[in-house]
């Protein structure tokens, strides 16, 4: 797929022709949704108000919006791709050094912390980052 055709919206990376298409259905399943509300209540209820039939044929509008999102949404899945690597401890100190963080104040920090936290950051291999060991255990395995 050209990356050129692929565009950044609201967070997140589209597809700009199946965005265009999504669009297109849209304002299609949704008017006629619209104009066939309409022509329903205009025909099977004669004494009700211009413009509760109007009202009521824009929910019914709205529906068709929905309806068209969940096609559109099963015709084109998205583009992301997701890869995940483990990072190294190195990778790890490398964005400790990027974020410019205060390594004592993090040490300190994490001593007001609860202790599920704690556990949770150990098992994210955290703790001992912020805690200041891995650059001891880095330079005792060099």
Known sequence: MENSRLADIWGDTVDLRHLAYGMVLGIIIA????????????????????????????????????????????????????KEAELSAEDRLLVIQELKLDQEAERLELETLPPEIIEEMKQLKLYDLFAGQADAKEKGAS
């Open 31 to 82: 008017l006629v949704a619209y104009m066939g509300g309409v022509s329903y209540l205009k025909a099977n209820y004669p004494k009700l108000p211009l413009n509760l039939i109007t009202g009521y044929s824009l929910l019914i509008g709205i529906v068709g919006c929905l309806l068209s999102a969940f096609i559109a949404a099963k015709l084109f899945p998205p583009k992301r791709e997701l």
